[in-house]
């Protein structure tokens, strides 16, 4: 019987070893393509917030990180510049909508410093499919209503949606997720033209680990 033991927990440790090899040999495979593919979706995110013919710089090597209650909570929040030869031109800043109907809401803006947004993408949310989901690309083009707007300071009506006196439509039956998103954008935007003055002392992404 103790042999029989013996032998059964010699196997079973030879096969947790034999597993952990090969998941570990795996990774070690996969790894990179997946780093590159992460990078490039990334990428293409970017470019959609932030038009890459306005900067010359690798805006991903150039992270940063942000904390502010401007940008819905206050956790770490990346942001990554937009550099025409040395000259910053624009962000793209994660941001997050904190009031959606079913949660937060978790952003990408694109701006530059003087107000104009570039772009906006919603990057994870838990709205209602059918109604407030149309914040999503693949569902509505809503999303570009942001694209090239112009934000004239905190008082600008403009920057609301049409049930508050705003431009920017409401979905039938759900208004308070575009609201908060609206809302969102315009903090974020309101933020950005802050930044000029301390983006040389902002720390970078792999300082703190974020």
């Given at each position: 019987m103790l042999d029989t033991i013996r032998r059964n927990g010699?196997?079973?440790?030879?096969?947790?070893?034999v597993t952990t090899g090969v998941t570990a040999v795996i990774n070690a495979v996969t790894k990179p393509t997946i780093e590159h593919q992460t990078a490039v979706q990334q990428k293409i995110l970017l470019d959609q917030?932030?038009?890459p013919e306005i900067y010359d710089n690798h805006i991903q090597q150039e992270c940063y990180v942000v904390t502010d209650k401007a940008l819905g909570n206050g956790k770490p929040h990346h942001?990554?510049?937009a550099r025409k030869g040395e000259t910053p031109v624009a962000v793209a800043l994660e941001t997050?909508?904190?009031d959606g109907y079913s949660g937060e809401i978790q952003l990408v803006v694109g701006a530059d410093f003087n107000g104009k947004v570039y772009g906006t993408r919603v990057v994870e949310h838990h709205e209602t499919p059918g109604l407030g989901d149309k914040i999503e690309l693949r569902i509505s083009d809503w999303i570009n209503s942001f694209n090239g707007k112009q934000l004239s300071g905190p008082d600008d009506q403009h920057f609301a949606v049409k049930k508050d006196g705003g431009d920017f439509d409401q979905f039938t039956g759900a208004t308070i997720t575009p609201r908060a998103v609206v809302n969102a954008v315009k903090r974020t935007?309101?933020?950005i033209e802050t930044l000029p003055p301390v983006l040389s002392s902002l720390p970078d992404c792999g300082a703190?680990?974020?």
């Open positions: 010699v196997t079973l440790a030879l096969f947790a070893a917030v932030v038009p942001l990554y510049l997050t909508a904190p935007a309101l933020y703190t680990n974020e």
